[in-house]
């Protein structure tokens, strides 16, 4: 599947709940850009509290103690509808564009903390 590139200055609407300013703006523009070829993302995480996080942890849905997401420098993006098995390449490859602007996507992380 063929996609243009991800210019989020191309892509501006409404903020997500809960993200620091600094990213809120791209983290909006990636979402609004993957919908725009049909991808109906939806976002499933942004800010957290340190309780949240903990309850994650003891789920085991997370390692990561020190996450971006206490702070709203974080976002969890889902596939409506699809396991996050088949979402996988649609996760893949937004979280390639999230890169191609210096976002780091937690898809590559290997350190949790």
Known sequence: MAYASFDPALFAGDSL?????SGRAQAQALVEFARSY???VVV???RRTRGQQ???IRRGMTRATNSRHLVGRAFD???EGLSTDDALPYLEWL???WES???RWGGRFRDFD
């Open 44 to 46: 499933t995480s942004t």
């Open 54 to 56: 903990l309850d994650l």
């Open 17 to 21: 709940a809960g993200l620091d300013r």
């Open 77 to 79: 993006l889902g596939i």
């Open 101 to 103: 602007v210096g976002g």
């Open 38 to 40: 049909g991808v109906p």
């Open 95 to 97: 979280g390639e564009l």
